[in-house]
């Protein structure tokens, strides 16, 4: 499965052959064709594990805290170490370019995929707004759209270029940046909360020239 998903997020799902999956794992085909019918049923397994995967480590990672500010930030680093230390990220945004019109099953469950990010982030903005963190004048469903699209701009520039884009401290910005607006002075006497440590930005690799 791990063999799939790395060929899947680096050759797409229409370059990658069952021969290619085999040969990298070791492999024979018919060790393949023994667990999955065809190369369609590998992809939507290894998508379905993956996606599962990021969905529970969000949930685990931001249920506990009340403080809407810090649930974003939070979001923002587990969305980090998925698209830096593995492949499982990239796996999903280039399916998800490639799928649009090739794959009506696939896109239609990456679709899901993001309604269901979009709605976690709209029940944030909502509860930050509710504790009177967050200004009431912003649309929680726009709001969620922003951070969304955002954060997978971001990641699709660090899969393009990974030795010169800085993910990190692009992710750290935004977020700040993002807090910023959502709790602009004047709407509900709300300020920017400060940085805090364990922040992407320590934990980024050196810019290369």
């Given at each position: 499965m791990?063999?799939?998903i790395?060929?899947?997020?680096?050759?797409?799902?229409?370059?990658?052959?069952?021969?290619r999956?085999?040969?990298?794992a070791g492999?024979?085909?018919?060790?393949?064709?023994?667990?999955?019918?065809?190369?369609?049923?590998?992809?939507?397994?290894?998508?379905?594990?993956?996606?599962?995967?990021?969905?529970?480590?969000?949930?685990?990672?931001?249920?506990?805290t009340?403080?809407?500010?810090?649930?974003?930030?939070?979001?923002?680093?587990?969305c980090?170490?998925?698209?830096?230390?593995?492949?499982?990220?990239?796996?999903?945004?280039?399916?998800?370019?490639?799928?649009?019109?090739?794959?009506?099953?696939?896109?239609?469950?990456?679709?899901?995929?993001?309604?269901?990010?979009r709605?976690?982030?709209?029940?944030?903005?909502?509860?930050?707004?509710?504790?009177?963190?967050?200004?009431?004048?912003?649309?929680?469903?726009?709001?969620?759209?922003?951070?969304?699209?955002?954060?997978?701009?971001?990641?699709?520039?660090?899969?393009?270029?990974?030795?010169?884009?800085?993910?990190?401290?692009?992710?750290?910005?935004?977020?700040?940046?993002?807090?910023?607006?959502?709790?602009?002075?004047?709407?509900?006497?709300?300020?920017?909360?400060?940085?805090?440590?364990?922040?992407?930005?320590?934990?980024?690799?050196?810019?290369?020239?």
């Amino acid at each position: 499965m791990d063999i799939a998903i790395d060929c899947f997020a680096r050759y797409g799902f229409q370059a990658t052959s069952i021969d290619r999956i085999a040969k990298a794992a070791g492999v024979t085909k018919g060790a393949l064709y023994y667990h999955f019918a065809d190369k369609e049923e590998l992809l939507f397994a290894a998508v379905k594990q993956r996606v599962g995967q990021f969905e529970r480590r969000v949930v685990t990672d931001l249920t506990p805290t009340s403080d809407a500010s810090e649930a974003l930030r939070q979001l923002s680093r587990v969305c980090f170490e998925h698209a830096t230390k593995s492949n499982h990220r990239r796996l999903i945004v280039t399916l998800m370019v490639e799928t649009l019109d090739s794959n009506p099953r696939l896109a239609a469950q990456f679709r899901e995929m993001m309604e269901r990010f979009r709605g976690f982030l709209r029940d944030i903005i909502r509860h930050g707004q509710e504790r009177g963190q967050f200004r009431a004048d912003v649309a929680p469903a726009i709001a969620a759209e922003v951070y969304a699209g955002a954060v997978m701009g971001a990641e699709i520039q660090y899969y393009q270029d990974p030795k010169r884009f800085d993910l990190a401290t692009t992710l750290e910005t935004f977020v700040e940046q993002y807090i910023g607006w959502l709790t602009a002075a004047g709407h509900n006497g709300a300020r920017t909360a400060p940085a805090k440590a364990g922040s992407l930005a320590a934990r980024r690799r050196p810019r290369r020239n």
